[in-house]
């Protein structure tokens, strides 16, 4: 017999051999298979973990920006609303929820020390703490003279006025910028995080079914092999190993597939939302702050008005020349679900209205709460312009604030749905992966136990 060369060196000589190798090179596809599953598995759980811790803290922290906005805001209504006795309750409640935000700002700031991975992320988060420290000195300066030199409802004296502009520039230049950015830089993790452990997912379930393919071809090529060699048509163990492979590979795909919808739908959905939800909220809150600012300082009365309509359409674009042009936009507006493909409504609302997840009736009841807050100002401003300034701060600090309150908490109610579905997303992913690291080793010993039943007769007919 000449000398086998090549390949055929390497291929075993007698029907035993063949066999051996066969059980062998599933054996490895299998393991290759199992540790694939095991990898995806894994990346599905880290995102989840990640998501699920990190997500929280991040929405945490972007409520800082609504609690430093929320600290100016009563702080000028507790200066516009003056000191004497019929204004003194209006004046106690502001500062009461001043503090109150205050309290909630340096929790938030905590949480964002312990997201900051790097040392620009820190330093930001101590140049933030301290400038708080500066702003809550201005703050205090400014209430103490304007509690020495009681007055009616309207603008404070000169003194405390250049206090107030000194304490809201240093809020509106340093404070806020510095916590919207530190809100982004941690919900970087959370993006990073789902763009990362989402993409390993859908990697992993299409190398688990490719290698799943691969080991269903190499066990039929197996059966055949055998059916040609032995004349036996049908190897009942075999076939069962090959069906326990078929449905391992297509259970691992389907719950890869699952994980991976779910931390779309946890990222989407949720959290996505929920933050620029809680951005809409705080940028709403500073432009309410804006209309008290238009009645208690009328030097920058302009500024004010500029910047209130800057934010308005931050919350909610629609194209408009000036404010008034805007608020008619507004109170034409319907709907916030149907836009039209050319012409997309943008701003957090706007995007929001977008969203498959969104619930149609809270929608509606933002929509009607921020047309009713743009009335408001209308009738606020026209007062002004009429030189009914008493009225205008009657409107403001009354029917208005009701107002804008509804409006505030359907923003609040909106969120819940969202923290709803993220919550959901969160407990179907943890679920998801439960049992796995017993169900995969018992499924390859399964299909072992199966390979070893389907070859050992044969291999007992040579001995």
Do not use: C
Not at 80 to 87: F, H, M, N, R, Y
Not at 95 to 108: E, I, P
Not at 422 to 440: I, N, P, S
Request: charged share 25%; glycine share 8%.
């Amino acid at each position: 017999m000449p000398p086998r060369r090549g390949v055929r060196r390497v291929v075993p000589r007698t029907n035993s051999g063949r066999i051996r190798a066969f059980a062998a090179g599933v054996v490895v596809v299998l393991v290759a298979l199992l540790l694939l599953a095991w990898k995806g598995v894994h990346d599905a759980r880290t995102g989840v973990r990640v998501i699920d811790t990190a997500g929280p803290q991040v929405i945490a922290t972007g409520d800082l920006y609504f609690r430093l906005t929320d600290m100016d805001a009563q702080l000028a209504r507790a200066l516009l609303v003056g000191g004497q006795d019929a204004s003194r309750p209006d004046r106690a409640r502001a500062l009461a929820r001043y503090d109150a935000s205050r309290s909630k700002a340096d929790d938030a700031l905590i949480q964002a020390a312990r997201l900051a991975r790097d040392a620009t992320e820190r330093q930001t988060a101590r140049s933030l703490l301290d400038g708080l420290g500066r702003y809550e000195r201005l703050a205090g300066q400014a209430l103490l003279q304007d509690q020495g030199s009681p007055h009616a409802a309207g603008p404070p004296s000169a003194a405390v006025t250049q206090l107030y502009r000194d304490a809201t520039d240093l809020m509106k230049l340093q404070l806020l910028p510095q916590a919207y950015n530190l809100t982004l830089d941690n919900g970087t993790i959370v993006r990073h995080t789902y763009e990362d452990e989402r993409s390993a997912v859908l990697t992993g379930r299409t190398v688990v079914i490719v290698t799943g393919f691969v080991l269903l071809a190499v066990l039929v090529g197996f059966q055949w092999s055998m059916a040609r060699r032995f004349r036996r048509v049908l190897n009942l163990p075999l076939v069962l190993t090959t069906v326990a492979v078929l449905v391992v590979v297509g259970w691992t795909a389907a719950m890869l597939t699952s994980q991976a919808s779910t931390l779309s739908r946890a990222k989407t959905d949720g959290f996505d939302s929920i933050l620029a939800l809680a951005r809409a909220r705080a940028i709403g809150n500073s432009a309410q702050a804006d209309q008290t600012r238009f009645l208690l300082d009328p030097g920058r009365r302009d500024t004010y008005e500029q910047v209130f309509q800057s934010k308005s359409q931050t919350v909610l674009y629609l194209p408009a020349d000036n404010l008034a042009g805007y608020q008619q936009e507004v109170g034409g507006l319907q709907s916030l679900r149907n836009q039209r493909h050319d012409r997309p409504i943008l701003g957090f609302l706007g995007t929001e209205g977008r969203r498959a997840g969104s619930d149609p009736k809270r929608l509606d009841d933002v929509l009607e709460g921020f047309r009713k807050f743009q009335q408001n100002d209308r009738r606020m401003r026209d007062l002004v312009a009429a030189n009914d300034r008493a009225q205008a701060i009657a409107l403001q600090t009354g029917q208005a604030a009701t107002d804008y309150a509804a409006y505030d908490q359907s923003l609040v109610r909106l969120a819940a749905v969202h923290q709803a579905t993220f919550d959901r997303a969160m407990k179907d992913g943890k679920g998801g992966t439960e049992g796995w690291q017993y169900a995969l080793p018992a499924a390859g010993l399964l299909v072992v136990l199966l390979l070893v039943a389907g070859v050992r007769p044969r291999l007992a007919e040579y001995r």
